[in-house]
């Protein structure tokens, strides 16, 4: 009995392989791991319900007369805008040195009746009740626009740059109020920067 209580136990050795393969199996554990919380987060997060985006509410579609006096306003729009994106170009160009002062009178003066043109036909359509408010604002934005392209022509009588910064600050709430009535009428419209 000696003999079996003095031999020597085996020694358990791991060799380089042994090393490698537990080394792997560690690693291979870890990525599972990680994969298997991801997926699980994930999978909770569209089971969520959706809380952090504030609901929109859908917007009534307009009635037969909201959407008759849209039509008829987005034709006037569309002039309205062409002349203010000209009008502001006008002023970008005399301040850049493009043009003239006598050039601002020449591009910006007709446009002034366009706006006034525009002002009388906006005038003339008769909203709904719903858009009255709407209506009142674009004719503000009408007229903001008139008194603002009647302002920079004035930079050609004396190049005063005060005539530009006057017009410029008339444009912007102009557009503005524009831009209002858009979220109103034409929700999906583009609106520049």
């Not at 358990?12 to 990525?31: D, N, S, T, Y």
């Not at 991801?38 to 089971?47: D, G, I, K, S, Y």
């Not at 903001?144 to 912007?172: C, F, N, P, T, W």
């Amino acid at each position: 009995m000696s003999a079996l209580v003095d031999s020597p136990r085996p020694a358990f050795r791991f060799g380089l392989k042994q090393v490698a393969i537990g080394a792997l199996l560690v690693v291979l554990g870890a990525v599972s791991a990680f994969a298997l919380m991801r997926e699980t987060r994930a999978l909770r997060q569209e089971r969520a319900p959706v809380a952090a985006s504030p609901q929109v509410p859908d917007r009534p579609p307009l009635t037969a007369g909201e959407e008759a006096y849209a039509q008829a306003l987005w034709d006037v729009h569309a002039g309205v805008r062409t002349e203010a994106v000209r009008m502001t170009f006008a002023g970008l160009s005399y301040k850049m040195g493009d043009i003239k002062r006598a050039d601002v009178k020449t591009r910006v003066s007709p446009l002034t009746g366009r706006f006034n043109q525009a002002l009388s036909r906006v005038e003339a359509l008769k909203p709904p009740a719903s858009l009255e408010a709407a209506h009142a604002t674009y004719l503000d934005a009408l007229r903001l626009y008139r008194d603002s392209s009647a302002e920079m022509v004035k930079v050609a009588a004396d190049g005063s740059d005060e005539h530009l910064i006057r017009a410029q600050e008339m444009s912007e709430k102009a557009s503005g109020r524009l831009m209002e009535v858009g979220e109103v009428l034409w929700p999906g419209e583009y609106k520049p920067n």
